[in-house]
């Protein structure tokens, strides 16, 4: 069945590093892969998808993530963290049947420090 | 993207009456949307598809009979909380599917 893991519940980065998060998927075949940004008591805004070709994908507010088949992982960074990223981050799967639908990860909280 | 608005935000309902949700694309014809429940500090289950013109499907374990949903037109879904009891408390969020998945931005129902 599949799955997305995001192993770190909780992470705190001092304003202006950079930061990498981590998400595992487990699917048994070419997934589609998501990462939303959630602001707390709000929706959910896209970041970044990958569907296919570069594997190296740009997102926006300066997000990118790699997707690597060979460890199942699709990990999103940034190069420098501001405030303002503050928020829950989302690894979503897409898998198929008769419709297509997104699984999630757990999330990983991001905290910023000044 | 698709642009999709939920409504209410916040709703706050006793005991044993119903409360419907309400979720339009505004400019997208949506055949398929999605609800989700959401717990404090957890992540985004998914309820149901909701299909246009037709019955939804529900995910496993979800009461058709307590969550009604309704998707009469290519713009609009709406989920009924049926006799709300303080354990469907929850925040509750739609999405489209467009060429990816566009969320609304959320109801938080409050059950008392």
């Known amino acids: 069945a599949q799955s997305v893991t995001q192993p770190d519940i909780h992470i705190t980065v001092s304003e202006g590093a950079s930061l990498e998060l981590r998400c595992n998927y487990s699917?048994?075949?070419?997934?589609?892969l998501f990462w939303y940004v959630q602001s707390p008591g709000q929706g959910l805004q896209l970041l970044l998808k990958y569907f296919s070709g570069d594997t190296l994908v740009q997102g926006i507010k300066g997000f990118e993530a790699e997707f690597k088949r060979s460890q199942s992982s699709f990990n999103l960074r940034k190069p420098s963290v501001h405030w303002s990223d503050a928020a829950e981050y989302f690894c979503?799967?897409?898998?198929?049947?008769?419709?297509?639908?997104?699984?999630f990860g757990t999330g990983t909280l991001l905290a910023v420090q000044p | 993207g698709a642009v999709v608005s939920q409504h209410p935000s916040r709703v706050i309902c006793k005991s044993g009456t119903s409360v419907k949700i309400e979720c339009r694309s505004l400019d997208f014809q949506a055949t398929t949307m999605f609800w989700y429940r959401q717990f404090p500090k957890q992540s985004l289950m998914l309820m149901a598809t909701?299909?246009?013109?037709?019955?939804?499907?529900?995910e496993q374990g979800v009461e058709k009979d307590k969550f009604l949903i309704n998707h009469a037109s290519l713009t609009l879904s709406t989920l009924t909380v049926t006799s709300a009891h303080p354990e469907d408390s929850s925040f509750y969020i739609c999405?489209?599917?467009?060429?990816?998945?566009?969320f609304g931005s959320g109801t938080r129902l409050t059950v008392v």
């Open positions: 699917y048994g075949a070419t997934p589609y």
């Open positions: 979503a799967l897409e898998y198929g049947g008769a419709t297509n639908k997104l699984i």
């Open positions: 999405s489209v599917s467009d060429y990816g998945y566009t």
């Open positions: 909701s299909n246009e013109g037709s019955k939804a499907t529900y």
